[in-house]
């Protein structure tokens, strides 16, 4: 199974992350738009966006994407001036790793 680094290798194969507003979620799809997991979040208020829940499908588990995801979402356009919160474990822990995306 692949490792993906980054979003560029992830989607020469196929995968893909949309911001869908209307579910509050990041989703990520794979080849034939098949859903394969979700960031959501929820808004706090003007200023504050709460990354709730992350998942990536069992079978993806260990190949990077859920990396992918993570970093599509806080990097997002939707992130804007909002401070992060982060009540879901894999978020708090991505951010651990990159503490840089905090310094906005």
């Known amino acids: 199974m ?12 196929g995968f ?8 509050h979620r990041f989703a990520l799809y794979g080849p034939n738009e098949q859903f394969f997991g979700e960031a959501h979040y929820s808004l ?9 829940h992350t998942l990536v499908v069992p079978e ?26 982060a009540s879901c474990s894999f978020i708090q822990a ?3 790793r990159h503490p840089e995306l905090l310094k906005r």
């Open 60 to 85: 993806l588990r260990g190949t990077g994407l859920s990396g992918v995801l993570a970093q599509h979402a806080l990097t997002d356009d939707v992130i804007g001036e909002r401070r992060i919160a």
């Open 44 to 52: 706090l208020g003007e200023d504050v966006i709460d990354f709730d």
């Open 94 to 96: 991505y951010l651990k």
């Open 2 to 13: 692949a490792n993906y680094a980054n979003e560029t290798e992830a989607a020469a194969d």
């Open 16 to 23: 893909r992350v949309v911001h869908e507003p209307d579910r």
